[in-house]
T-cell receptor, first 113, second 114 residues
Framework: DQQVKQNSPSLSVQEGRISILNCDYT??????FLWYKKYPAEGPTFLIS?????DKNEDGRFTVFLNKSAKHLSLHIVPSQPGDSAVYFC????????????FGQGTRLTINP | NAGVTQTPKFRILKIGQSMTLQCTQD?????MYWYRQDPGMGLKLIYY???????DKGEVPNGYNVSRSTTEDFPLRLELAAPSQTSVYFC?????????????FGAGSRLTVL
């Protein structure tokens, strides 16, 4: 049973425009949500996170929005740059225990010049 | 500061062979994890450890074993390799301090079983 889902396998955006990546989850008990970015032949790297008690977190060009009633979060990248082309993973975790991350399937973002 | 180091980067195994994927971290993190990523899929947790001498199963542990004798090292053992274990394996570590548990990942080990 997929607890974290990213329903768009790929997304193509023009350089300078906004990129919006979406993620849905089924377990309302998750405490934190994280976004990771992955380049080919590298490990995932942490991008931004949000607590379940917040609805927005911003870090430079990256903003994550959380809609708990819809069990939905999104990552906005403004403006998009060619270096943003990568696979983006959404992940969720609990605050207690081993705090394991549960990952979505990933969305491949391509920024076109 | 090396972070999380995985070896080997690539390996081809024959069905039935065994091998160990090595993982070491130099950040003094107490939590360590092994994930696998299959094409078009997210990362699935194989095993994890919250400290030396403590390990536990994740979502997909069958066919694997782990040990954690030191804080730094968390090797993953594949016994009797099968084609279904063809995947990219990622080791990660973290030091939870309240807030989001941010994992630091290694570069991955690509394993092919033929």
């Amino acid at each position: 049973d997929q607890q974290v889902k990213q329903n768009s396998p790929s997304l193509s955006v023009q350089e300078g425009r906004i990129s919006i990546l979406n993620c849905d989850y089924t377990n309302s008990m998750f405490d934190y949500f994280l976004w990771y970015k992955k380049y080919p032949a590298e490990g995932p790297t942490f991008l931004i996170s949000i607590s379940s008690i917040k609805d927005k977190n911003e870090d430079g060009r990256f903003t994550v929005f959380l809609n708990k009633s819809a069990k939905h979060l999104s990552l906005h990248i403004v403006p998009s740059q060619p270096g943003d082309s990568a696979v983006y993973f959404c992940a969720a975790s609990y605050l207690q225990g081993a705090q394991k991350l549960v990952f979505g399937q990933g969305t491949r973002l391509t920024i076109n010049p | 500061n090396a972070g999380v180091t995985q070896t080997p980067k690539f390996r081809i195994l024959k069905i039935g062979q065994s091998m160990t994927l090595q993982c070491t971290q130099d950040m003094n993190h107490n939590y360590m994890y092994w994930y696998r990523q299959d094409p078009g899929m997210g990362l699935k947790l194989i095993y994890y450890s919250v400290g030396a001498g403590i390990t536990d199963k994740g979502e997909v542990p069958n066919g694997y074993n782990v040990s954690r004798s030191t804080t730094e090292d968390f090797p993953l053992r594949l016994e009797l390799a099968a084609p279904s274990q063809t995947s990219v394996y990622f080791c990660a570590s973290s030091l939870p301090r309240g807030g989001a548990n941010v994992l630091t990942f290694g570069a991955g080990s690509r394993l092919t079983v033929l």
